[in-house]
């Protein structure tokens, strides 16, 4: 079992919804968050910049990727569960804000293209509707 968590918007490369990072970021350059927020955000994003491989590839294309678009998206595996959990401090400050999440739970999520202990990336199936 693989999880995402989202919110409304669309994301402009994989045209899937937004994934919580780039949504809490997008709301930290806006200057919307709360002064305690940008803080605990920076703890966040540093705790995952060393916690979490940052994927090779987001696109199921041969090189050159670089002329590739990228429409893989990410999901945590439901064993991560230090991952998701410091994700849903994320989700927290997003819903702070009035920003709705889902979160999705899925088998099937497409084409792997990148994988490791705690993500997978895959350019999902064109049936997903995630």
Do not use: C
């Amino acid at each position: 079992m693989y999880l995402r968590f989202v919110v409304a918007g669309v994301d402009d490369d994989s045209e899937r919804g937004l994934g919580v990072f780039q949504a809490t970021y997008n709301l930290r350059d806006k200057g919307k968050l709360y002064p305690y927020e940008e803080p605990h955000l920076d703890e966040l994003r540093q705790w995952f910049n060393t916690h979490l491989e940052k994927p090779t590839r987001f696109t199921a294309a041969k090189p050159p990727y670089y002329r590739k678009r990228s429409r893989a998206i990410s999901w945590f595996k439901d064993s991560a569960h230090e991952h998701i959990a410091r994700v849903r401090e994320m989700v927290a400050i997003l819903e702070n804000h009035g920003v709705p999440v889902r979160m999705i739970k899925a088998d099937r999520i497409g084409y792997i293209v990148y994988e490791d202990e705690h993500q997978i990336v895959a350019e999902p199936f064109s049936d997903f509707l995630g």
